[in-house]
C-alpha cells in the first residue's frame, strides 16, 4: 500500500476480532514507529506492549472508562523520557517537543498498522497514575497515550474532514488565496469546465458570425 493510501485509509477501530496480530507484525509496526522524525535527533519515546496481561482492564478503566479498549488485542502505552530535550531546549520547549515526537511516532504506527491491513485506534489516558503504578513506569517517564492494535470486525466509514479551503492561508493569517489550482483540484476542475463552457459558447458565437457572410456570398453565388 502506497503513503497517500494509508493516510487516507485508516481510520479509528474500537470494534476488534478476536485475531491475534502476529509478532512479526506487531514488530514491523513498532520498528516502522521508530523512524518517526524527532527534534533534535532526541529521540525520547518508548512503548510497552501489553497483550495478554490483566492490565487491558486496567487500561480501559484508565482511558476514560472506554470499555473497547480492553477488547483490543495489542495496547501499546507510549511513554516519554523529556529530559535531554528539556536540557537542550529548555523545560517549556523541551516539554512541548517531547510530546510533538511522540505525536509523530503514534500517527507513524497507525499508518504502519494500517499498511499491514491492521486497525488501530489512539486513546488517551486520564488516570496517568493508576498506569504508572500498574506498569511500573518511573516518575520521570511520562505516558503520552495508548494506542489499540488488532484486525478490525468492520470497515469504519471516514469521519468527514475540514474544508482545505478554510483552513489554508496563503502569506498571512485568513488570506485565502482559492484559486491556487495545485491546491485545490476541485476549484481547479471547476475553473477548467467553466473554461471548457465559455469555449464552447464562444464557438457557437464564432460558427454564427461566420456563417452569415458565407449564407450571404450562397445567396449572391445563386444569383
Ligand atoms: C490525541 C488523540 C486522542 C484521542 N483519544 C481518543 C480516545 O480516548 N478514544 C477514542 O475512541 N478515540 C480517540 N482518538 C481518536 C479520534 O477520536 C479520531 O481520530 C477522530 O474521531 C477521527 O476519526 P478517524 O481517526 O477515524 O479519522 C484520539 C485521537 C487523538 C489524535
Known amino acids: 500500500m502506497d503513503t497517500i493510501s494509508a493516510i487516507k485509509m485508516r481510520r479509528s477501530v474500537r470494534n476488534f476480532s478476536s485475531k491475534a496480530v502476529p509478532d ?28 495478554d496481561s490483566g492490565d487491558k ?25 523529556s529530559s535531554k530535550l528539556e536540557s537542550d531546549f529548555g523545560e517549556e520547549n523541551g516539554k512541548k517537543y517531547a510530546l510533538q515526537n511522540t505525536a509523530a511516532a503514534m500517527q507513524t504506527m497507525l499508518l504502519a498498522a494500517t499498511t499491514f491491513g491492521v486497525g488501530s485506534c489512539w486513546c488517551s489516558i486520564d488516570k496517568e497514575k493508576a498506569v504508572r503504578n500498574a506498569l511500573k513506569i518511573p516518575e520521570e517517564v511520562e505516558i503520552h497515550g495508548i494506542v489499540l492494535l488488532g484486525y478490525a470486525k468492520r470497515v469504519e466509514p471516514m469521519v468527514s474532514k475540514l474544508d482545505l479551503g478554510n483552513i489554508t492561508f496563503f502569506d498571512e493569517w485568513d488570506k485565502k488565496v482559492r484559486k491556487t489550482s495545485i491546491l485545490f483540484p476541485l476549484f481547479s476542475k471547476l475553473e477548467e469546465a467553466a473554461k471548457e463552457l465559455g469555449k464552447q459558447i464562444g464557438k457557437r458565437r464564432v460558427k454564427k458570425v461566420v456563417s452569415k457572410p458565407i449564407r450571404a456570398k450562397q445567396k449572391t453565388k445563386k444569383k
Open 24 to 51: 512479526k507484525v506487531l514488530f514491523e509496526i513498532l520498528d516502522a514507529t521508530n523512524h518517526a522524525p524527532a527534534a533534535g535527533g532526541y529521540y525520547n519515546w518508548s512503548f510497552i506492549v501489553v497483550k
Open 57 to 81: 482492564e486496567l487500561l480501559a478503566n484508565a482511558s476514560y472508562e472506554q470499555e473497547f479498549v480492553k477488547f483490543s488485542p495489542v495496547i501499546v502505552i507510549v511513554c516519554s523520557d
